[in-house]
């Protein structure tokens, strides 16, 4: 068990609150940074160690640093929300604190214990508090990342490693409403194989993604679907998100994620919407689930509604679907019913508006 301290070094020239509500107004995504940052490093000899609060800006590093060339690097994404009574919460970040290390496991680099992985979280947001926007449909977006940074071109596991921590304001995902998505049925690339590094958030694996998803959009579609590497006959993911079918409608729909099978990223969304479902009543399972599966599930009707999942969107509705052979329309092409209940009844958790009874909010900044 760690007993580090986080050694505040924060910005001595901050922006001013007329300058964050500037920023605030329209935050984007990825695109303003929250005024200081978190760094810890890790050596073979020392452990982690030297955790430190600093002013957020630019690193210096060798052109020989090992991540450059061999890519050991890991990241994570999480939110937090303000809730109504002014406090600061953050969703699940002990499920990503799990995820992170499940990665660094992955690709042979060092576990970051849980309380630093999370006291870092802590201690960017006390900080940076006034970046977490009093909007409920806005958030600030965390970056924890971990790559090596020893210096050598030898092939292996390298010997130093920096954690990090950034954060950015994130405004409404869909700031003009929630719009379906098309997709596009990928048969010439793949997003990963069973026994690769498909459950890990490594960079390689987004890097590996860029030409499929150029490709989605020659074909005239906002993202890629990925399927199996083996036969190309399962479905997988979209993009970076989780996907979920719906069969049927009402009170006896029932929920289907493609089930984890190796090449999936575990989604912590993903997992939440699987409570979520049963506590609104709804039958959910993972499954696998065949290109077929869904193309003639839609034909029929049986297939309802389709979404993909994940933290910066939370819920996105699928409304086209194209492949090389097929293109078909799911549902009537808007965002189904259940599907939006179920994006609601996430978001009421994760901004407070209802009750968290799964314990899955961490409260930071306590209520002013």
């Known amino acids: ?5 986080i050694e505040h070094m924060p910005n001595l020239n901050p922006r001013t609150p007329s300058q964050i509500a500037e920023v605030l107004e329209n935050p984007g995504f990825g695109r303003v940074f929250t005024d200081n940052m978190v760094t810890i490093e890790w050596t073979e000899e020392l452990g982690w160690h030297d955790a430190k609060l600093i002013p957020y800006g630019p690193i210096s590093m060798d052109p020989a640093t090992n991540f450059i060339h061999y890519g050991q690097s890991i990241f994570e994404g999480l939110k937090a929300y ?66 090596a940074t020893e210096v050598g071109l030898g092939v292996r596991p390298a010997n130093k490693y920096l954690f990090m921590l950034i954060a950015s304001p994130a405004g409404a995902y869909f700031p003009r409403g929630v719009r379906p998505v098309s997709v596009w049925l990928s048969n010439e690339f793949v997003r990963a194989a069973v026994g690769g590094t498909g459950e890990a958030k490594c960079a390689g694996n987004y890097a590996a993604s860029l030409l499929a998803q150029a490709s989605a959009a020659a ?18 993911e979209m993009g970076g998100m989780n996907l979920y079918f719906v069969y049927g409608s009402g009170d006896s729909a029932r929920l289907v994620t493609p089930e984890l099978t190796g090449s999936l990223l575990a989604g912590i969304t993903r997992d939440s919407l699987l409570t979520v479902s049963n506590d609104l009543g709804y039958a959910s399972s993972e499954e696998r689930i065949s290109r077929e599966d869904w193309r003639l599930g839609n034909e029929s009707g049986e297939i309802t509604e389709v979404f993909a999942c994940g933290t910066a969107a939370v819920i996105t509705p699928v409304g ?49």
């Not at 068990?1 to 301290?5: D, I, W």
């Not at 074909?219 to 997988?236: F, K, S």
């Not at 194209?322 to 901004?351: C, F, N, Y």
């Open 219 to 236: 074909h005239g579609c906002d993202q890629v679907v990925w399927l199996d590497a083996g036969r190309r006959h399962y479905v997988e």
């Open 320 to 368: 086209i679907v194209k492949s090389a052979h097929h293109s078909w329309t799911v549902g009537d092409g808007e965002p189904g019913p259940i599907t939006m209940r179920l994006r609601e009844a996430l978001l009421d958790i994760q901004t407070g508006r209802t009750a968290d009874t799964h314990g899955w909010l961490r409260t930071i900044v306590t209520a002013p």
């Open 82 to 147: 303000r809730q109504p009574d002014g406090s600061i919460a953050t969703f699940r970040s002990e499920q990503n604190s799990a995820r992170f290390n499940r990665s660094a496991a992955r690709l042979a680099m060092p576990p970051l214990p849980e309380e630093l992985f999370l006291g870092a979280i802590a201690a960017l947001i006390e900080t940076d508090q006034a970046y977490v926007p009093m909007d409920p449909s806005n958030s600030l977006y965390l970056r924890p990342f971990m790559f």
């Open 1 to 5: 068990m760690s007993t580090m301290t």
